[in-house]
Each structure stands twice: as C-alpha cells, then as structure tokens.
C-alpha cells in the first residue's frame, strides 16, 4: 500500500479557538457520571445521615435497613428523572443544566415514589414524618449546592478547554474548507489541531470558493507522528467523492493510531475494509463515518490503570520470593546476568525495555534475532523449564508498574520482527493502539511461541485486533484467569 509523501512546508494552522499543544481532554462522559455520582450520593447522605444523629443524639431507635433501602431506592429514582429531564447532557458540559425547577421537580418525583412505597408501613409514626422531612430538605439542599458548584467548575474548565476534543483533518481540499467552518464553532468543543495533506497544490485548487483559510499543518506522516505522540482524539478524513480509493489507502494507515477515526459520509462505506456496519454521526450538518472509535475511551483507561497498578503490584508483592528463586537459579544454572532486556515497540510505537528472566545463553538485540524452536541449542537447561511455564515472563510487571506494559494486552514483539511482521501483514501495526500485555487474548488461545509461517502471526494479531475492539474489565479478568489456569504452561511455550 502506497500513499503519496511528497513534502510539505509546516506551518502553523489558523486555529479559532485554542491552540494545539492546549491542555490534554478530558471525557465528557467521565465528568457527567462524576456530577451524577454525586447527586446520588447527595440523596443517599441526606437520607441517611439525620437517621444516624436521631439516633445517637435525640435517643430514637431507628429501623436502619429500611432506611437504608428507602435512602437507595431513592437516589435511585433521582438519577433516573435526572436522565429523564436531560440533567445529564454531555453535549452541554459547558452549560452543565441547573435548573431548581427541573431538579426539584425530580427529587419530588423521586421522593413522593419512595412515600408511597413505605407509607403503608410507617403512616402512623411521628419520627418517620420528622425525619423524611429533614431528609427531602437536606437532599434538595445538597443536590442544589452541588449542581450549582459543578455547573461554575465544569463552566471554567469548559473555557481552559479542557472538554475540547481534539480533532485533525485530512484533506485540504473544499469539503475540508466546509467541515472546518463547524469544526471552530465554540458550541462544539473542538479544537482543530489543523489540516493535512500530501497533495499541497491540487488541493489549494479544490479549495477555492471554499469557507475556511487554514494552512496545511503537514502531510500524513506529520499527522501520524501527532497521532503516535497522543496529541490527537479524532481524524476526519474529507477527501473528494472521486478519491475514494486514496481515502481507503488513509484510512488503512490512520488505523494504526489510538484515535477515533471517521469519514465524510459522502463516500459509500464500501470503500473501507470489510467487517461490521460503520456507525454515522455529525458535526453541524456535515455527516461522518464512524470507521472506529478511539480504543479505552471514558473510563476504560482509568479503570485499566487502576487494574495495571492493583493487580500488578499485589502479583509482585506475593511472587517476590518465587522471582528471588529464580533468580538465584538463573545465576546458579549458567554464566551471564539474571535478566534478559529487549527493546520492544510499546504504546504508539514508542520503544521500551522489556524484561525477562535470562533463559538463553545468548542477549540478542538488533538486527537479527532469531525466535526460539524446540530444541534449541542457546536454551539453558533452567531456561527450557521457565519458557515452558512462562515464569521467565514474571519480571515484566516492573514494565507493568512503570507504566511501559499492561497485564493483558497484545504481546511485544523484537524490533526487527516487529518492523518485519509490518510490511508484511496488513493491520499489523494497529497492534501498537494500546500497551503491550503480558498475556492476551492470543495467547490464552494457543497463538504464542514461534511464528515460523504467515498463519500463526495472522492469527495472533486477528485475536489482539479483537480484544482491542471488545476490551472490557470483564474480559481481562476472563483472559488472567484462563492465564492462570489454561494459559502459563502450553505446547507452544518454549
């Protein structure tokens, strides 16, 4: 697959709204579920905190499991009307809505639900009505103050930019013009870290009548080296209708990146490679295919964070004297240091030292390193037995806590295969879109150990391809277990 890389001049693009090396986003999505915590835990408290003064301070025995349960069910019903009324809306984090009406309206919704759930319990008891008084009132209170301060916080970060999504264009001709018009209206939270192209002169000519004047930013490799260094959230690909298959070409190679890719949908989705329907979606009136979303999105890069840095470092803290033997014994068994370093492609590509208990009697590193086979001669004796259970790989969760590799995700390969497997496989280097893994979805399947045919490497990376696109909690959880269990001793281990 070729594209055209003829050069173009730098230059900065006429940017409406912020400038590109602004402050890194943040999830819409993440900050609204964070307002809608708190205005569950807002209810929750108001509910349960008077309860517990009732009965420390004022001597009155309180059913603690009902109002419990009354203090859930409630909060509850609040997030749902809240959903219901469009408190929720993502599309106006900058005017986060704090209507008292709208609110108070839900919480009484909410409230008067609960009422006549327990009512026919409690009707005839004082303190219920003198605690579910105070409770609706210190709710409405708190849910309020809360709003009103989330709407100022969420305004100011709003304006530093920091819910802007940060998009790049490719393509300078005049559907780019047109789309670029929308793309620095301040409604839309975008910042356009600019246009590219490869084709300068040709496109300057379609331009022409066009609605906006940016520059060209640089060429595809320009905007892939942005796209690797994780300055960029989305690319929009506007080419004419005529080049559909340029368009195709891009979009190949714009899929290796950890951004949410899309094209004007004037062009049939035919054009891209074949698998599931593409989504569509908007910005202003100009539509857009969705030809991937950005990988662990939202909360998902939080939440395997928190898995990495968790897991990885109670797996270290409990195998520490597992790994001390070894090391002992690696030492003991052959001559040469305890472990075994090789710089790997990481995240976007960017090359790490990976670590590994030494188990050959050789340290290749460059140009030619050669896989190991069964029977190899450069495998010491102790090394056969730590490539057969996997415990060579142990040492890996210093990289896991270095924030350099991740427990699950697709296994690092040597430079040179990498820069190999590359050329000659299609879809490869979309591999590079998240962490590396110790283990994966690959490998709990058997597609581990040498890839001497086209076969085993095509497979391997069909399966990181779609762990990729299905990652969940859950899955990671499933893919440790059967690494445990199915996955740490295999035939293919060597």
Request: net charge positive; proline share 5%; aromatic share 8%.
């Amino acid at each position: 697959m070729s594209t055209a890389t003829s050069s173009v001049p730098t230059a900065q693009p006429a940017v409406a709204k912020r400038p590109p090396n602004g402050p890194r986003a943040w999830s819409r999505r993440v900050a609204i579920d964070i307002v809608g915590f708190l205005d569950i835990a807002g209810v929750l408290g108001g509910g349960l905190i008077p309860a517990v003064i009732y009965a420390t301070d004022g001597g009155i025995a309180v059913n603690f499991p009902m109002v419990t349960q009354a203090a859930l069910l409630t909060s509850l019903f609040c997030y749902l009307c809240f959903r219901h009324f469009g408190l929720y809306d993502i599309q106006k984090i900058h005017d986060l809505p704090a209507s008292p009406l709208k609110i108070i309206a839900a919480l009484g919704v909410a409230f008067l639900a609960a009422l006549g759930l327990g009512l026919p319990f409690v009707a005839g008891s004082t303190d219920f009505w003198m605690w579910y008084s105070v409770w609706a009132l210190a709710s409405t209170t708190s849910v309020l103050g809360t709003r009103f301060i989330a709407r100022y916080v969420l305004a100011r970060m709003t304006a530093a930019g920091m819910f802007d999504a940060r998009v790049a264009v490719y393509g300078f001709g005049r559907i780019a013009a047109r789309l670029e018009g929308f793309l620095k209206d301040p409604a839309y939270a975008i910042r356009l870290i600019g246009v590219f192209d490869d084709r300068k002169a040709q496109s300057a000519r379609e331009r022409q009548g066009g609605d906006a004047t940016s520059s060209i930013a640089g060429n595809l490799d320009d905007l892939m080296r942005l796209g690797r260094a994780g300055a960029i959230d989305q690319i929009i690909i506007a080419l004419p209708q005529a080049a559909d298959k340029r368009t195709a070409e891009i979009a190949r190679r714009l899929e290796q990146l950890p951004v949410s890719l899309h094209v004007v949908t004037h062009i049939s989705s035919d054009i891209l490679d074949e698998g599931p329907a593409h989504g569509v979606s908007h910005i202003g009136p100009v539509g857009l295919i969705d030809v991937k979303t950005k990988p662990l999105g939202d909360w998902g890069r939080y939440v395997k964070t928190a898995e990495d840095y968790v897991v990885g470092l109670l797996a270290l803290i409990l195998l520490s004297p597992v790994m001390a033997l070894i090391a002992l014994a690696v030492k003991l068994d052959s001559p040469g240091p305890v472990f075994f370093r090789q710089r790997r492609h990481g995240l976007n590509k960017r090359v790490i030292e990976v670590l590994k208990f030494r188990s050959m009697n050789v340290m290749e590193d460059g140009a030619d390193v050669k896989q190991a086979t069964i029977g190899d001669v450069r495998v010491t004796r102790l090394g056969r037995f730590l490539r057969s259970t996997s415990l060579d790989e142990l040492p890996q969760l210093i990289n896991v806590l270095k924030g350099e590799m991740s427990l699950i995700g697709p296994r690092p390969h040597a430079l040179v295969h990498d820069d190999h497997y590359d050329e000659m496989l299609e879809g490869y280097a979309n591999r590079h879109q998240v962490k590396p893994g110790m283990t994966g979805w690959a490998q709990v399947h058997g597609f581990r150990g040498p890839t001497e045919n086209d076969f085993k490497m095509r497979a391997r990376v069909e399966h990181d391809l779609w762990y990729i696109d299905n990652w969940s909690l859950w899955l990671d959880l499933r893919i440790l277990t059967m690494t445990v269990f199915v996955g740490l001793r295999h035939k293919n281990a060597l």
